[in-house]
């Protein structure tokens, strides 16, 4: 929608070269909303971090799922839907958090490419950043 077909021609055919021509735009863009969690998604959230914070909307989706549930079935209205939307996501913009970790399982820990918080806070103090009550989060085995 941003390139005139001919110009997008010189990259059909190309995966590379659309992947980072997808990659420049996300950055670019005033809002970044990823329809995939995957490894290009996380990559770009933590450029868009880098780069002083910039709205990113991660999807509650289980949460958005049950909203459009609502809707369709005609419980909530198109207003009350936006508003329950904006609402549920106001903590996924992308604002600065630290990451988890989680002793003995990395897989599950906050990915350090969607949030490069030690590159963040170099040269600053990272609570003046993050907020006091945001301190870093360590979780220990889950209690059964």
Not at 6 to 21: C, P, T
Not at 38 to 60: C, P, S
Request: glycine share 6%; hydrophobic share 35%; charged share 25%.
């Amino acid at each position: 929608m941003l390139l005139d077909p001919l110009e997008l021609r010189q990259f059909q055919n190309h995966s590379s070269q659309m992947a980072a021509l997808d990659f420049m735009v996300s950055i670019a863009s005033n809002t970044f909303v990823p329809t995939y969690d995957g490894n290009m998604a996380k990559v770009v959230e933590g450029h868009r971090r880098y780069l002083g914070f910039k709205r990113t909307i991660q999807l509650d989706r289980r949460k958005l799922v049950e909203l459009l549930d609502l809707l369709h079935n005609g419980t909530l209205l198109w207003n009350q839907f936006a508003e329950a939307v904006r609402v549920s996501h106001e903590k996924h913009m992308g604002q600065p958090t630290h990451r988890t970790v989680i002793p003995d399982k990395p897989k599950e820990e906050d990915n350090f490419y969607a949030n490069p918080q030690e590159c963040l806070c170099e040269g600053t103090k990272c609570d003046d950043l993050l907020g006091l009550t945001n301190s870093t989060s360590v979780r220990g085995p889950l209690q059964t």
